[in-house]
């Protein structure tokens, strides 16, 4: 398991695959939200893990991305194809007051996946690899840039304000 900060093509296959069967569940389910918020918020927790520069949390997502990268590789030797890296981007922007936000996120999801059913677990998982892993690549990672980062700062800067106004 190596540490990455960038996807191969051959992880973003699998990433596509997360996406269409989280989807294809969506369908099949009966339209239910449920069923796309669990991956949606696995999404959020794996981007907000990635955008952590630096720290426990971010080493951890790259541990993350490094593992699907090294198991994709099957995908180009299966189809006697070869692989390449996928254009990347690094999160960056993130203060102290959102750092506390992300560790508050880190906590519920962590709590979430373990209190989550079997199926439920899957969803939160794959939604969580396939946040982490798209926070590396050039679109989904400047769009998290450009909004978490920000909503992030924002909201824990408003949360220390409201704290230290209360003294």
């Known amino acids: 398991m190596n540490?990455?900060?960038?996807i191969n093509a051959s992880t973003l296959t699998i990433i596509v695959v997360l996406v269409v069967l989280h989807l294809r569940t969506f369908i099949k389910g009966g339209k239910d939200p449920k069923m796309l918020?669990?991956?949606?918020?696995?999404?959020?927790?794996?981007?907000s893990l990635a955008m952590s520069v630096g720290g426990a949390?971010?080493?951890?997502?790259?541990?993350?991305?490094?593992?699907?990268?090294?198991?994709?590789?099957?995908?180009?030797?299966?189809t006697g194809t070869s692989d390449r890296v996928i254009a990347s981007v690094t999160p960056q922007g993130l203060t102290m007051e959102g750092g506390l936000i992300v560790v508050t996120v880190a906590a519920v999801s962590w709590?979430?996946?373990?209190?989550?059913?079997?199926?439920e677990t899957q969803r939160l998982l794959g939604g969580l690899i396939s946040g982490a892993a798209l926070t590396y690549t050039g679109g989904f990672g400047g769009l998290v840039?450009?909004?978490?980062?920000?909503?992030?700062?924002?909201?824990?800067?408003?949360l220390i304000a409201f704290v230290e106004n209360l003294a």
């Not at 709590?111 to 199926?119: N, P, W």
């Open 57 to 78: 949390l971010g080493l951890f997502a790259t541990y993350i991305v490094g593992s699907v990268n090294a198991a994709a590789a099957v995908a180009p030797w299966a």
């Open 37 to 47: 918020l669990s991956s949606l918020g696995g999404m959020i927790a794996g981007s």
């Open 111 to 119: 709590v979430s996946i373990r209190e989550a059913g079997k199926k």
């Open 3 to 6: 540490p990455a900060t960038a």
């Open 145 to 158: 840039n450009s909004t978490l980062i920000p909503l992030y700062n924002g909201t824990g800067g408003q």
